[in-house]
């Protein structure tokens, strides 16, 4: 999934792929992708710089953070970066960072990975708290039980063992 710059020569492209899902196996859980991923970008030249801007779109496989359950959710992720030859990155000691350099990377031998560029999209559009519906039950914190599915007989009244010491001073009252 490697962009070849070389082989661009006009100031504008416009690029459509569609990716197979395994192409994006992860090592971590956060997701799998269940769907083909499609890009779709334009591609801007200027030099040696190369703007893309595009989207990306597929269905991910997340877990519920309240149930555990796997659950569907699509993505559609848009993005606009710039990429800069590494070499040009010389580095200019510390400095506050601008607007403008959080939409900056680098390509290295004129090429880009295209699938680090999905994979952190698709990173930036997880939700924070995933949830298959927004009435998730959850599980019960006593048995583990998917509440969604069914209830149980545990007890759902918790009392906090450090104010047990005054309960007990209620009552000699």
């Known amino acids: 999934m490697l962009l070849n710059l ?5 100031p504008h492209t416009a690029v459509e792929e569609v990716y197979a899902p395994e192409l994006f196996l992860t090592a971590d ?3 799998r992708v269940v ?3 499609k890009l779709r970008m334009d591609i801007q030249k200027t030099g040696e710089r190369f703007r893309l801007s595009g989207g990306v ?4 496989q997340l877990a519920c953070s309240r149930c555990l359950e796997p659950f569907p959710s699509p993505i559609d992720a848009s993005f606009d970066l710039v990429y800069h030859p590494q070499t ?6 510390e400095r506050e960072v601008e607007e403008e350099d959080l939409a900056t990377a680098f390509y290295h031998n004129n090429e880009i990975d295209l699938g680090q560029l999905m994979r952190e999209q698709f990173y930036l559009a997880l939700p924070m708290k995933p949830l298959c519906a927004e009435d998730c039950q959850g599980l019960c914190p006593n048995c583990g039980t998917n509440l969604n599915r069914g209830a149980c007989d545990c007890r759902r009244e918790w009392e ?3 104010l047990a010491v005054l309960k007990t001073l209620k ?3």
Do not use: K, W
């Open 6 to 10: 070389s082989r661009i020569r006009v």
């Open 29 to 31: 859980d956060v997701y």
């Open 35 to 37: 769907e083909a991923v």
């Open 57 to 60: 779109s597929t269905v991910l």
């Open 88 to 93: 040009l990155n010389a580095g200019e000691g």
């Open 160 to 162: 906090d063992p450090r």
């Open 171 to 173: 009552r000699d009252s």
